[in-house]
């Protein structure tokens, strides 16, 4: 089966690929009119999602991810069109010089070709991964989770109705329906057919990316991501941050785990800010020194450093020096964001070149590591590895750069 | 053994990282210098490298590229000055913009860490990929043949001196003295250590990489790369071309190994090209048009369509049209290296855009696409996939983007 579907994706993708970035803008514009016509029907469907997850004892926040409204399905039909909008990519010269001999170099975007998304229960994924590969001249080979089959396959209809509608292949957006743990390794390793795996899930998907997956994979991995309050921080500013990284939305990636605080603002820094962050119903778990300063923090074990809690919990540790802050972000980081407040230029610098991750965040907080902030409309993943593109993955990111050379009969 | 070498990589990694343009120029030219010093003592590891080989049965060409001599010594120092001389990538910005929120973002080059190279019997492999990977700020862990082990150790001893001499980590070079397929291994899965790994060696080394291979990789694979000579070719600059993609260094990636002629230049082109590859002592593979207009001509097989000869042997195919040329480069080509000779523009924009390779040569030859030639100084690889880097790999492709975001206290 991922056969038949790899050859049809190739085939779009070729297609795609060589489409003006008009036809494709056009495409995300009749995509997102098929998402929203298609409403009542794409409703059906998710109640009938939602009810056999209900069935199967989901509960809870998947229940309410899976879960479609009008207002939901407006959003997405939104965010098509937002991709729309953004600058195409494709065909963008990055560079080029002569040779000494006269060949003429250029070096142009080009789309990876078939990009394959493996996903959770979140149905709005499947539109945005398909608007961002089709703007990018890809052709995207989805697969959820199969507690949202019937959404998927509903907007996945309406995305390639939108396709037909603008002349570009329907075969460019394709759901692999599939959804046991075969089908997953076969995408995995279908080198033939697939450019990019993107995997956006927990730890067990990307444990198994890991250890299955032969195409290559950007991995969109843990953020384990710290803040470290230095010296010489603006307290108050200090404060802020802590808490806005800390509880605006803590069940994502860029949500801070772990506080680090300089030992010589702690005694002040850290029962003020306690008690901020108590009002807010976090949890607190300090290292000795934390607890000492602040009597209601448990202690915290080791396994408070490597966790993602993802949820209202934050681990403290006061340190004696930014280089013992650099040490623990370097062993306990995921190189996903970290973020100072320091009003010292030298320190933040020293941290920027100490700390290997993909975003460093200097007097701001952790939580604008993501596409939309960064002006890329919706993101495709987010990048924890060092190879191809770190941080939000945009449109660029699912492109890469090829050579052309020009010449007048050169040869070597 | 493994983690012992990766966890010292790291560390040097990170002086590495953070060390200035000018410090890691003047590490290069002291490792020339010590390389040049040290001739001596290579040439003596290197002959007792080649009785070995010699002893084990080997010879010809994988012997002559074993063998060390003066000048060859002299050209491994030449080119490690030649790479101290380029532009330094690392701390580059390519990119940045004012948040909406007034936070400044800066994208900015970074090295990727610990590079690993697997290469065979070739001690200048040794210094060329030590050199960019120091110029690049990275970290770089060799692993060589059994065959060079000595050749490799006393280079690597010479690099090590050098950077040592320069105030740099000697750890930034290490060689892997476990030639064993289980240390190959080991270095392919080595996560926690490696963040590329650039495999350098035929298809066996390929496939064992494909398959065995943990970390991060940019493959350089084969190069089974086309020249088609369009009906609106320049013919005597498409002989001039044929030639010199064939001929000028057969046993090399971007060497031509397969021809497509229009058939309407083709009883006019390929006699006369016949007879200057026959010249060269070119053995020609012909499909049914090609034999009936050039009666030397053997036949050729599905087979000679699929292989990269690395010899002195061109497969040879008339096509009715470019749809057709097109055709046989998806099915056969191996994302390397295709050119086309034309002087219609049309043409040669419908052959750009159709064929999704590397690199993609107009009137021009194969032979070009070469770390050197593009300017790059010596090159790491030859990327014949499509993430992160494609074609000739230079300092920059030991490199990626991060974002440092520089804020007044925003949150989100």
Known sequence: MIDAIGRRARLASRILASSSGAARRAALIQMAERVAAGSSALLKANTADLQQA???????ALLDRLALTEDRVENIAGGLRKVAGLADPVGRQTGGWRMRNGVRLHHVRVPLGVVAVI????????????????????AVILRGSSYALRSNAAITAALRDGLDQAGLPADGVQLLEDTTREGAKALMQAVEWVDLLVPRG???????????????TVIDGAGNCHVYVDAAADLDMAASIVINSKVDRPGVCNAAETLLVHESV???????VAVALEAENVELRGDPLACQLVPIMTEATEDD???????????????????????????????????????????????ISAIDTAVVAVNTSTRFTDGEEFGFGAEIGNSTQKLHVRGPMGLESLTSERYVLYGDGQVR
Chains 1, 2 share one sequence.
């Open 202 to 216: 927990g730890p067990g998907l990307i444990a198994s990316v890991r250890s299955d997956a032969t195409v290559p």
């Open 305 to 351: 450093w490597t966790t993602e809690y993802l949820d209202l919990i934050l681990a403290v540790r006061v340190v004696p020096d930014i280089d013992t802050a650099i040490e623990h972000i370097r062993e306990y980081g995921t190189g996903h964001t970290e973020a100072i407040v320091t009003d010292d230029i030298g320190v933040s610098e020293q941290f």
């Open 54 to 60: 209900a069935d199967e004892g989901i509960r809870g």
């Open 119 to 138: 996903y959770e229960a979140r149905p709005n994924v499947t539109a945005d991964a398909a608007g961002l590969c089709i703007m990018s001249g890809n």
């Open 266 to 272: 702690a005694p002040e820094f850290l029962p003020k």
